[in-house]
């Protein structure tokens, strides 16, 4: 009985190894022109580190935006506000289209602060949004807040 119950557990994996193997094919399968323009390569000393945006079927992805300068959490939320404005634009979409919003805060204290500066940026239908204080560390690069967000092209 046990023997049989082996040999069952061992078809359902197998029939979802190939399940996943076919979803993964498919996904290779994208336009190779789509490919190649969904991708705005973020450089560090002529390397790829990450893209500043993803486009994918009607949707664009951007990547974390934070302020590496000194300024309060009003400063920095403005200017990571305007570089998700950029990168939106670049990819051909709005700060009207954003769909979801990620915060991540450095002090969960900055969160009024944050919220100040935030209100009103994305027109009349504002985003959903999780906000974050992030554990020890920090945000990188000594930003107060660093952002993402999904919006549609």
Do not use: W
Not at 10 to 29: D, E, H, Q, Y
């Amino acid at each position: 009985m046990q023997e049989k119950r082996r040999s069952t557990i061992k078809k359902l994996f197998g029939s979802l190894v190939a399940i996943t193997g076919l979803g993964l094919a498919a996904k290779a399968n994208i336009n190779s022109s789509e490919e190649k323009t969904a991708h705005n390569i973020v450089n560090q000393d002529d390397v790829p580190l990450f893209s500043g945006h993803t486009k994918f079927k009607g949707m664009v992805y951007i990547a974390g935006k934070g302020a590496h300068f000194e300024g309060d959490i009003k400063a920095h939320t403005d200017h990571v506000l305007k570089e998700l404005e950029k990168e939106l634009i670049s990819a051909g979409s709005s700060m009207e289209k954003v769909l979801k919003v990620t915060v991540y805060l450095n002090d969960i204290k900055d969160y009024q602060g944050m919220n100040e500066v935030f209100k009103g940026r994305f027109g009349n239908k504002p985003p959903v949004r999780s906000t974050v204080a992030v554990a020890k560390g920090g945000v990188p690069g000594d930003s107060l807040v660093e952002m993402d967000c999904i919006a549609f092209v």
